[in-house]
């Protein structure tokens, strides 16, 4: 099992520019998420699903929209990139609720906005 | 305002000893909290969680102690070893939440061998 596959691993944007992050899981997990990780900040929930066809938004959605088109990928896009969007993003998955299971997460992708 | 806080950003202990890792809380609605572990280039790996009913949960050498009066949970590992040297994070969250965990900002421990 791969688990949960992030593409692509690193990018470099200029400031207006447009990209999209593909999460894909393995695990037929219902719910899905995506985190960005700023220097000496916890992580961040941008968008979540609890099903296919499904968002929501979480702490910092702003500059960012998702897609579920199908269950097993969550997409993350960037309409308009800005420096203030360079991080880590993580996607992760669960069964349920992680807030009483443990999520898995992908090995992130490294985003630079210049 | 920081709901969840690790105020330690490092801590290093020797191999064999006791880690003890700490997080405190703000919001008095969580009721589920769990550890996170994080190696460089890395996700995050779940390690162990609590829920508010308990006041303790065990697994293997890590134990987390949760103090609901003083809304602070602690993480204890014993023994250490060079292989726990990694980033630790605390994230908790309220029922019905769907998700939406609140992180600490982490801390940092070394374990020297």
């Known amino acids: 099992n791969a688990g949960v596959t992030q593409t692509p691993k690193f990018r470099v944007l200029k400031t207006g520019q447009s990209m999209t992050l593909l999460c894909a899981q393995d695990?037929?997990?219902?719910?899905m998420y995506w985190y960005r990780q700023d220097p000496g900040m916890g992580l961040r929930l941008i968008h979540y699903?609890?099903?296919?066809?499904?968002?929501a938004k979480g702490e910092v959605p702003d500059g960012y929209n998702v897609s579920r088109l199908k269950k097993q990928n969550f997409l993350l896009g960037l309409e308009s990139a800005a420096p203030s969007q360079t991080s880590v993003y993580f996607c992760?998955?669960?069964?349920?609720?992680?807030?009483?299971?443990?999520?898995?997460f992908g090995q992130g992708t490294r985003l630079t906005v210049v | 305002d920081q709901q969840v806080k690790q105020n330690s950003p490092s801590l290093s202990v020797q191999e064999g000893r006791i880690s003890i890792l700490n997080c405190d809380y703000t919001?008095?609605?969580?009721?589920?909290f769990l550890w996170y572990k994080k190696y460089p280039a890395e996700g995050p790996t779940f390690l162990i969680s609590i829920s508010s009913i308990k006041d303790k949960n065990e697994d293997g050498r890590f134990t987390v102690f949760l103090n609901k009066s003083a809304k602070h949970l602690s993480l204890h590992i014993v023994p250490s070893q060079p292989g726990d040297s990694a980033v630790y994070f605390c994230a908790a969250s309220a029922l019905g939440s769907q998700g939406n965990l609140i992180f600490g900002k982490g801390t940092k421990l070394s374990v020297k061998p």
């Open positions: 695990m037929n997990h219902e719910y």
């Open positions: 992760a998955s669960s069964y349920r609720d992680p807030t009483n299971t443990e999520a898995f």
């Open positions: 699903s609890v099903g296919e066809g499904t968002t």
């Open positions: 919001n008095s609605m969580f009721d589920y």
